[in-house]
């Protein structure tokens, strides 16, 4: 390429060039005999490609999510009331009406599905609420529920961000263990993930079905506490008796709702409040009638275009729930325990048919284990 040597002045101020007055020299390449083309050439670019969406959720992947959601609450729960067994022993609740307490237990064993004595004292009963939640045996126990949460776990980590994976092996661990319930942190665990499913997933329709196990879980907690404390079964010969304040507001404790109750109410305990606030109050996080309106809000974010009539009746099935629980008179179930067990009984027959449905519409891929049909 031909060149040369070019003196020039570094300021650019000055036309006459010298190297005695400070210019310096600087290498010249002839790149070209002619003019030469000035325009700015830019780089090829490719041509803009669609925003793709994923692909839908397919049928297995959404029933490994769906049951995560339950066995993740079912799971939470359980470790909550067995937190409560100690000190229901020794806390007033006992002193004040031992019958409250003693029909915890009792709904706690049966729960794990455990044999209920009813001649067991409290603390027999507290004995036998620890063997069962280890009790593999038992369908409803504690350490049944962590093996099947892992086992969905195990499913679905591919689709999960790395940090579950360390939730996962020590759950592992904890479930391995006579008495998971005894390891202090379990219940940390458990939260930890509950937050990871709400924060670091897509909000796609994998997420409303996880979404959607939850919530039905929590529901079902919600009306089997309320049935067993508000509603025990009545001594022979005797009739169901409204409940009392007291009671209400055990219910009230492990529901989770009795501190936004006394914020809200001023610690006024009257059974029409205390029901209203617990089934029909649209803003009580632990009440029924929220957990009914996310189930709605989930269930028609889901494709409709599967089986239209089918998942029609879906939703409608959600909107009864959520009816029910905005539409009930909290005074009539306060005075009339019949009505009262109707409703729960009620709500009950609506979560498992929802279920069923559910299950049919979108969990196609195979036949449903017999342990998955619980609702």
């Known amino acids: 390429m031909p060149g040369g040597l070019t003196r020039f002045d570094p300021t650019g101020a000055d036309a ?45 992947l959404a029933d490994n999510l769906y049951w995560l959601g339950r066995y993740l609450e079912r799971s939470t729960q359980m470790v909550r009331l067995l937190d409560q067994v100690d ?66 776990l195990d499913q679905v980590k591919v689709n999960l961000p790395p940090d579950f994976w360390k939730i996962l092996r020590r759950l592992r661990v904890i479930a391995s263990l006579d008495s998971p319930h005894a390891e202090p942190d379990l219940g940390q665990q458990l939260a930890s993930l509950e937050a990871l499913t709400n924060e670091t997933l897509a909000h796609d ?26 509603l025990p079964d009545p001594t022979e010969g005797e009739s169901l008796a409204a409940p009392s304040e007291f009671r209400l507001q055990t219910l009230l404790h492990f529901t989770d709702s009795l501190f936004i109750y006394r914020t809200l109410y001023r610690s006024v305990y009257q059974p029409a409040s205390i029901l209203a606030w617990l089934i029909g109050a649209p803003e009580n996080p632990r009440g029924l009638r929220f957990q009914a309106d996310r189930i709605a809000e989930h269930v028609a974010a889901l494709p409709g275009d599967l089986a239209p009539r089918a998942v029609s009746a879906l939703r409608a099935t959600a909107f009864r729930l959520a009816s029910s629980a905005k539409l009930i008179d909290p005074s009539a179930l306060a005075d009339d325990p019949a009505q009262a067990q109707d409703f729960f009984a009620g709500s009950e027959s609506i979560l498992t048919e929802f279920n069923d449905r559910l299950t049919q519409i979108y969990f196609s891929h195979s036949d449903v284990p017999e342990s998955r049909r619980e609702a």
């Not at 004995?127 to 009790?135: D, M, P, W, Y």
């Not at 329709?205 to 508000?230: K, Q, S």
């Open 87 to 152: 000190p229901i022993l020794r806390d007033e609740i006992s002193k004040i009406d031992p019958a409250v307490a003693r029909d915890f237990l009792r709904a706690l064993l049966h729960r794990q599905q455990g044999s209920v004595d009813e001649e067991a004292s409290p603390a027999e009963l507290a004995t036998a609420i620890r063997v069962a939640a280890g009790n593999r045996e038992h369908a409803g126990s504690l350490s049944t529920g962590l093996d099947q949460l892992i086992r969905v």
């Open 205 to 230: 329709t994998g997420w409303h079905f996880l979404n959607l196990g939850r919530r039905i879980e929590r529901a079902r907690h919600i009306v089997f506490l309320a049935d067993e404390l508000l």
């Open 16 to 60: 006459i060039v010298s190297l005695q007055r400070g210019s310096a020299t600087k290498d010249t390449w002839v790149l070209s005999a002619g003019p030469t083309d000035d325009s700015v050439v830019l780089a090829p670019t490719e041509e803009p490609t669609a925003f793709q969406r994923p692909e839908s959720t397919p049928s297995r």
